[in-house]
Nanobody, 124 residues
Framework: QVQLVESGGGLVQAGGSLRLSCAASGRTFSRYAMGWFRQAPGKEREFVSGITWTGGSTYYADSVKGRFTISRDNAKNTVYLQMNSLKPEDTAVYYC?????????????????WGQGTQVTVSS
């Protein structure tokens, strides 16, 4: 069993930055691929970024490539999403996710555990 708790969301102006953190419980955190999804009002939950359990491979959706960076610290059981050059269209609830499959690509069907989500709002 893995429990995920996100933090770091908030309100930021366009062009600004935020860093999301996801703290995981459980001693097997390092065996899970980790990632971030987001869901805007009226839209489906979409995959944003993923990282393998070693951190050796990452994936980014085209919409965030070059602006977001995912990383993980297995010693701290934490995964991060550094978000720079934020745009109003990045506004969404961001969810941390964990899957046993190797990753870094994740889908809603392959995710085993979800966090509760953290709101990110980017004003224009």
């Amino acid at each position: 069993q893995v429990q995920l708790v996100e933090s770091g969301g908030g309100l930021v102006q366009a062009g600004g930055s935020l860093r999301l953190s996801c703290a995981a419980s459980g001693r097997t955190f390092s065996r899970y691929a980790m990632g971030w999804f987001r869901q805007a009002p009226g839209k489906e939950r979409e995959f944003v970024s993923g990282i393998t359990w070693t951190g050796g491979s990452t994936y980014y959706a085209d919409s965030v490539k070059g602006r977001f960076t995912i990383s993980r610290d297995n010693a701290k059981n934490t995964v991060y999403l550094q978000m720079n050059s934020l745009k109003p269209e990045d506004t969404a609830v961001y969810y941390c996710a964990a899957q046993r499959m190797s990753g870094p690509i994740m889908t809603r069907a392959t995710v085993d555990y979800w966090g509760q989500g953290t709101q990110v709002t980017v004003s224009s």
